[in-house]
Nanobody
């Protein structure tokens, strides 16, 4: 059974940083692309960043230059480094690979 488990969320002040992790199990992690999504209250879930099996990346315009997606295939883990955080980045962040979603981790940016 495929599982994705996120960690690393929390409360941070505007301008701060967080690194999210997504640990994968139950499949050959390295041969699939993966992505981070987020959903703020009252809004639709949106793609934040994606990474292919070959390491190519893409980002939502709202996070370009601030967020970095990466993967460590040896550890079966997906990462999202988030810098210069803004209050509008507040959301539940989910990782996704194939049809499988993680349970989500809350990120709150507030002073």
């Amino acid at each position: 059974q495929v599982q994705l488990v996120e960690s690393g969320g929390g409360l941070v002040q505007p301008g701060g940083s967080l690194r999210l992790s997504c640990a994968a199990s139950g499949r050959i992690f390295s041969i699939y692309g993966a992505g981070w999504y987020r959903q703020a209250p009252g809004k639709q879930r949106e793609l934040v960043a994606g990474i292919t099996s070959g390491g190519s990346t893409n980002y939502a315009d709202s996070v370009k230059g601030r967020f970095t997606i990466s993967r460590d295939n040896a550890k079966n883990t997906l990462y999202l480094q988030m810098n210069s955080l803004k209050p509008e980045d507040t959301a539940v962040y989910y990782c996704k690979q194939g049809f499988t979603w993680g349970q989500g981790t809350q990120v709150t940016v507030s002073s």
